[in-house]
């Protein structure tokens, strides 16, 4: 049963360690642009409408 | 800028799409067929076909044919466009393609040979195993080519995702296939009993976590925003789902060993870490289902949303169900029984099958350049896919209750109400058809599915290479850590993704294996006779443990129907170990002198002779076919090898000993009752060998103290 208080203890440190990771991630400006990256993925690569003769026989 | 133009490598896709939809049939109809023989015993003609050698091809099959190359699919057609470049060789993709179908194949050869290691989802042999790493280590370095040589500085979510399947199915695959190769054929697992149990639900759980579900959840991440042409709802949301999701994952498999012989604290931190799923899973659903806010008219209007908005909402429903499942008051009822079945095919029809749909419907046509050839059948399919889903999953949720509830169903007086387990058999056939039903519906759907495509890729033109163009990626100047930094930076990202991903098998694998407490050295047990492990080998071979478990729990019900609960010390020279995952059949830990050599006898040649009703398949060639006697002191040798203390003397002896033990049996086989013509065998007989087996299970503990005993007089 002593087991619990270590674990209890290992259980908030890896909680700590998370959460300071968490702050100085965001205090870094991993969060700082959440925008671009979902939308660029949208954006189809253009050339391919011009250039797509070779399948013309569509309906 | 410098624009650079290039081609994307559609070949490599479309040659993945048609291996994903061909597999997934195979593999569907192989479920079918074993879902009939389950109450239809008579269906399990010639030992190539029984269920015990069918249903790891089946597993096998949907998950490393069906949905892995589903996986590489998604991945080939993704990445390319992500990283705004071709794959990083075209000799690399091929090999790589190539190599997998081959792995496929060969295990579709080997399983229905009976060339088996008993571990779930691991059950292929060595030689396979090795050409599975290497394969996947092609796999691997192609698509870190790509992202080195990327045009788009900053990798995308789902990118992520593959980076961490990538490393976890490496580390998992290598550490549970670990095994002493006895020849060509046949190993054994370095790990014996409560280790290898371990070792295999850490990779079993974690197959689950990081085959089936994170290149998936990278799939969600593409190909959801992109049929529904709207960016992902939250992608600050994303970054937190995959931390906490690649941190916490590895860490829940000993939910799958709960009261047995896994130490206790292994068990809680299990426990502990599948009830936190709870929050990175949800986030990752909701991201995906938040993504069509406000434009939830386009999944009326197109199919493959429909196809993808089922698949993660059925993603959703299976990690609330599996967390709970872990909780050990409702773990006790569910484990073992067909509410297994059930939870896993709401996660395998669900999301792993509806989500590949959706994809190939998606991809077909982008890539042949055309429409889909029939919207109309694309929904019938994913009507009839929903109802055939749900009978199988409603049915089989009715089969796990029912019996999990009727075996710890006790009278008043406090026996056990069921005492024959043949009624908690019966009634559940019902369940069986109509799961077998669900499961024939949602096939129709897959070939439907298989038509439409072949019918789009008719009427359009395949476009091998794609042009596409974009800038080159410019020579970094010591720009300040700007945001998104971590992101754009691949070999820092791998590193700690690799990080995050080891921890927790290192905190719950390296106690068990390193500590001599979880491996008692003292001979609680005698290691196997040269019989009884041909035995065993049979068991393996003919796939027993698919129905049948070794485990018994601590709980009044199963300790009166089977014996005593097991123990650490059971299990102590079990190179594999067999505590199987299921009950179809009985717990055959203790079943040692419980019955006699003449019923074994009898029940294998025709179980409905002695248990009536009996869905148990025949197993006649065990009475034609003879062990391999060469190979015995091979096996030995390779025991002793991974610790199991064989003496010198007891392997030279074996013949001796094969012989003896052999004609014991036989012996007594004659002697009984009956008519002695009818119970003719000889010493070197596989039924010989696996009743030798069978009347071990559960004794050896007694035959140690009598030995000692011996020896003291």
């Known amino acids: 049963m002593e087991i619990i208080f270590l674990l209890i203890c290992i259980s908030v440190s890896v909680g700590l360690l998370f959460l300071m990771l968490f702050i100085w991630s965001v205090k870094n400006g991993q969060y700082e642009d959440c925008h671009t990256p979902a939308m660029r993925i949208l954006i189809e690569d253009c050339k391919k409408e011009e250039t797509d003769t070779k399948g013309e026989k569509l309906r | 800028m410098n624009v650079e ?27 079918v067929i074993i879902a009939f023989q389950l109450p239809l015993p008579f269906l399990n003609q010639t030992e190539y076909l029984t269920y015990g050698r069918l249903r790891p091809l089946h597993t096998n099959a949907v998950i490393f044919a069906f949905v892995g190359n589903g996986v590489f699919l998604g991945v080939y057609y993704s990445l390319q466009r992500l990283c705004k470049a071709r794959m990083f ?27 088996s290691t008993s571990k779930e989802y691991a059950e292929l042999e060595w030689p396979i195993d090795i050409l599975i790493a290497v394969v996947w280590v092609i796999f691997g370095l192609n698509m870190f080519g790509t992202i080195l040589k990327r045009r788009e500085k900053h990798m995308y979510v789902a990118i992520w995702f593959y980076i961490a399947t990538f490393i976890a199915v490496t580390v998992l695959h290598v550490f549970n296939s670990l ?15 409560v280790q290898d149990a371990l070792v295999q639900w850490w990779y079993g759980h974690n197959a689950v976590a990081f085959f089936l579900t994170t290149p998936y959840l990278g799939l969600m991440y593409y190909f959801l925003p992109k049929a529904a042409n709207r960016p992902v709802f939250s992608y600050r ?158 049915a089989m949720y009715f089969s796990g209750i029912t019996q999990a509830l009727m075996w710890k169903e006790l009278t008043p007086d406090g026996v056990l109400k069921y005492t024959n387990f043949m009624q908690t058999v019966t009634q559940i056939i019902p369940m069986y058809y109509l799961r077998a039903i669900g499961g024939v519906i949602y096939l129709l759907g897959a070939v439907l599915m298989v038509y439409n ?21 410019e020579p ?10 971590l992101e754009g930076k691949a070999v820092l990202f791998f590193v700690l993704t690799v990080l995050a991903v080891i921890i927790g098998g290192l905190v719950e694998l390296a106690p068990s294996i390193l500590s001599e407490v979880y491996s008692p050295t003292k001979p609680l ?65 203790r079943e040692g002198g419980r019955r006699s050599n003449a019923w074994h006898y009898n029940h294998m040649k025709d179980p409905e002779v002695v248990t009536p009703n009996s869905i148990m398949p025949k197993y006649d060639w065990l009475f034609r076919k003879k062990i391999n006697v060469d190979m015995v002191k091979d096996k030995m040798y390779a025991l002793r090898k991974v610790g199991v203390p064989y003496s010198e003397e007891e392997i030279n002896n074996y013949l001796t000993s094969l012989k003896n033990q052999g004609q014991t049996i036989v012996d007594d086989l004659k002697s009984s009752e009956m008519n002695p013509n009818e119970l003719y065998a000889e010493w070197d007989d596989e039924i010989v060998a696996l009743i030798a087996y069978l009347q071990i299970l559960g004794k050896r503990i007694e035959n140690v103290d009598s030995q000692k005993e011996v020896k003291n007089d």
């Open chain 2, 5 to 31: 133009n290039f081609k994307y490598d559609n070949v490599i896709v479309r040659n993945f799409a048609i291996a994903t939809a061909l597999w997934g049939i195979v593999g569907m109809l192989v479920g």
């Open chain 2, 476 to 485: 970094e100047k010591s720009e300040k850590m700007s945001h998104r930094w």
């Open chain 2, 525 to 589: 047990v005698r290691p196997y006779t040269a019989l009884e492990l041909e035995g065993r080998d049979i068991y393996i071979k003919e796939g027993c443990a698919n129905c049948h478990s070794q485990s018994i729990r601590p709980f009044k019900n199963e300790t009166m129907r089977y014996g005593e609960y097991s123990q650490a010390g059971d299990y102590v020279y079990d190179h594999p170990f067999l505590w199987g995952s299921k009950r179809t059949g009985p717990d055959l830990l």
């Open chain 2, 237 to 394: 949301l994303s970054i937190i789902h995959f931390w906490s999701l690649v941190f916490i994952y590895i860490w829940a498999g000993p939910h799958h060993l709960l009261y047995s012989a896994v130490p206790n604290w292994a068990q809680a931190l299990g426990v502990a870490f599948s009830v936190t799923l709870i929050a990175p899973s949800w986030g990752g659903m909701l991201n995906g289902l938040l993504t069509l806010r406000g434009a939830w008219d386009t999944v009326r209007e197109k199919v493959e949303l429909k196809f993808m908005v089922v698949a993660v909402t059925c993603y959703g429903m299976a990690t609330l169900e599996g967390p709970l499942m872990s909780l050990k008051n409702v773990n006790a009822m569910a484990h073992y029984s067909d509410w297994i079945i059930a939870h896993v095919h709401n996660a395998a029809l669900g999301w792993n099958g509806f989500l590949t749909f959706g994809v190939l419907y998606w991809i077909i046509p982008k890539i042949y350049n055309t429409n889909l050839y029939s919207r109309k059948l694309a929904n019938i399919h994913f009507w009839i896919g929903t109802l055939g889903m749900i009978f199988y999953v409603v």
């Open chain 2, 179 to 193: 095994a002493i190769p006895v020849s060509a054929t046949k190993s054994y697992s370095v790990y014996a009993g």
């Open chain 2, 89 to 115: 060789s075209d000799t690399l993709s091929k090999l790589h393609f190539w190599g997998w179908q081959l792995i496929i194949v060969s295990a579709a050869i080997t399983l229905p040979l009976g060339l």
């Open chain 2, 453 to 473: 495509l072949y019918k789009t890729a008719k009427q359009g033109v395949l476009l091998r290479e794609e042009e596409a163009s974009a800038p080159a990626i």
